[in-house]
């Protein structure tokens, strides 16, 4: 979660330097950290931002330019810098990632895509742990690292 909220920082910031937002920074950052929070915390960082523009005197243009930002941060979260960071983080391969989003989108909607990458996590151990199903484990990512896990050590006993 952290490489994703310095990645997001710097694609705010890049993107409230180039529309001419004061302080920039500090919005870039604001935006970044309310990522933490589910759905709300990205639209409150916005709107907060394009408040703030219209405060110091921003015009429309101005406001248009911080929407196609937040629009185009979201969409590269979505769809590129989700699938890497956060698809490594549980060893799956990036196609099935972006796959299984689309598919939890088309099937329960906004929940279904916050929850595909945990369930297809779930699958994914499920099918490393199962010796039939292991094909398929390895054809959604890489193969875990055996290690210290308590699968493993039940395994040992």
């Known amino acids: 979660m952290g490489m994703m909220i310095v990645a997001l920082w710097i694609l705010y910031g890049i993107g409230f330097s180039i529309i001419g937002v004061k302080h920039f920074l500090i919005f870039a950052i604001l935006c ?23 405060a110091q005197g ?18 590269l979260q979505t ?14 391969n990036p ?28 699958v994914k151990i499920i099918c490393d742990n199962v010796e039939p199903l292991r ?6 990512g890489k193969e875990k690292k055996s290690g210290n896990g308590w699968i493993d050590k039940m395994k040992k006993a």
Do not use: D, K
């Not at 094909?135 to 959604?140: D, K, S, T």
């Open 95 to 122: 196609l099935f990632t972006i796959m299984v989003i689309v598919v939890g989108e088309l099937v329960w909607g906004i929940p279904g895509m916050v929850l595909a990458i945990p369930l297809l996590g779930i």
């Open 32 to 54: 970044g950290l309310l990522e933490i929070v589910p759905f709300v915390g990205n639209l409150t960082g916005n709107l907060v931002t394009i408040l703030m523009v219209l």
């Open 79 to 92: 769809y590129l810098l989700e699938p890497l960071v956060v698809g490594a983080e549980v060893n799956i």
């Open 58 to 75: 921003g015009g429309s243009s101005m406001v248009l330019g911080v929407v196609i930002t937040y629009a185009i941060v979201q969409f």
């Open 135 to 140: 094909p398929y484990g390895f054809l959604i």
